[in-house]
């Protein structure tokens, strides 16, 4: 199994803070990671595809880095609507994909 | 826009099997996309539980393949999750979702909303 971890598990921040969320594979995953937000009681919602990619209607303050095993998910100016948990997600093993365990964005 | 809608009972006895369906709207499931079932229990991350393909073909997390049957029901646009001898573990919010596939990269969407099952007597 490739296992997947995320740092910090949680972080406070306030509107318009750079936020800065690391995500880490136990072993090579070239670019294919994903990066996901949920909402209390929603479902996840995709923002990043294959390390950087934004997806269509993602606000651009949204960006995605890395390769290898080492990838980051960057708010530029957070927003009310992005105090969420974020999950990244492998997407090399295609017979088993593994999530990371998130990240909660809450209110400083 | 293709939309995702999970459906099944809420509530299954310990021992009994959980069966749920996802219907899928605005899209057709004969497209070149693999149909996958993920879980959440309560406060605990993300779980791929396996997914399918238009043909029928499979593939399931090996820590529930022994429990696990996806299977796709192409004229109703539809594919079901059985899962077998669910204990209080198997208490989670269940989702359906698209895998999306381009230049090998795979990721899930959209999601359906999620349906919450309790394993209790």
């Known amino acids: 199994d490739i296992q997947m971890t995320q740092s910090p598990s949680s972080l406070s921040a306030s509107i318009g803070d750079r936020v800065t969320i690391t995500c880490r594979a136990s072993q090579n995953i070239t670019r294919y990671l994903n990066w996901y937000q949920q909402q209390p009681q929603k479902a996840p919602k995709l923002l990043i595809y294959?390390?950087?990619s934004l997806q269509s209607g993602v606000p651009s303050r949204f960006s995605g880095s890395g390769s290898g095993t080492d990838f980051t998910l960057t708010i530029t100016s957070l927003q009310p609507e992005d105090f969420a948990t974020y999950y990244c997600?492998?997407?090399?093993?295609?017979?088993?994909?593994?999530f990371g365990p998130g990240t909660i964005v809450d209110v400083k | 826009q293709v939309l995702l809608q999970e459906s099944g009972p809420g509530l299954v006895k310990p021992s009994g099997t959980l069966s749920l369906t996802c219907v899928v709207s605005?899209?057709?499931?004969?497209?070149?996309?693999?149909w996958s079932w993920v879980r959440q229990s309560p406060g605990k991350g993300l779980e791929w539980i396996g997914e399918t393909y238009h043909s029928g073909s499979t593939n399931y997390n090996p820590s529930l393949k022994s429990r696990v049957t996806i299977s796709v029901d192409l004229p109703k646009n539809q594919f079901s999750l059985k899962l077998a001898s669910v204990t209080a573990a198997d208490t989670a919010v269940y989702y359906c979702a698209r895998v999306v596939v381009v230049a090998s990269i795979n990721w899930f969407d959209p999601w359906g909303q999620g349906i919450l099952v309790t394993v209790s007597s």
């Open positions: 997600q492998q997407g090399y093993n295609t017979l088993l994909f593994t």
């Open positions: 294959g390390a950087s």
């Open positions: 605005g899209g057709s499931m004969s497209s070149k996309n693999w």
